[in-house]
């Protein structure tokens, strides 16, 4: 069982900036793939950000060029940093890691970013 805890998030004006991070408790966090979700309000749950343990990386295209995923497998963290962030990037974000690929079978509580226009 791996627990994942976020945090950074908050409110921030359109334009700026946020980073997020997020703990996992365990000892192989290099061995996972992590990952960033978010949610809107009235909205699916989306993909948008991936790390995988090669370092390689995904980003949705709503998000890319604009967020950053990086790891730190020394601290068992992920991080999320946002950039030039508008209203619409508005919501719930959630960390979310898988050991063995396919589906996240471990996720954090959430964590909520709201931008102001």
């Known amino acids: 069982q791996v627990q994942l805890v976020e945090s950074g998030g908050g409110l921030v004006q359109a334009g700026g900036s946020l980073r997020l991070s997020c703990a996992a408790s365990t000892q192989t966090f290099s061995l996972y793939t992590m990952a960033w979700f978010r949610q809107a309000p009235g909205k699916e749950r989306d993909l948008i950000a991936e790390s995988w343990r090669d370092d390689s990386t995904y980003y949705a295209d709503s998000v890319k060029g604009r967020f950053t995923i990086s790891r730190d497998n020394a601290k068992s963290t992920v991080y999320l940093q946002m950039n030039s962030l508008k209203p619409e990037d508005t919501a719930v974000y959630f960390c979310?890691?898988?050991?063995?690929?396919?589906?996240?079978?471990?996720w954090g509580q959430g964590t909520q970013v709201t931008v102001s226009s």
């Open positions: 979310a890691c898988t050991k063995y690929g396919g589906r996240y079978e471990y």
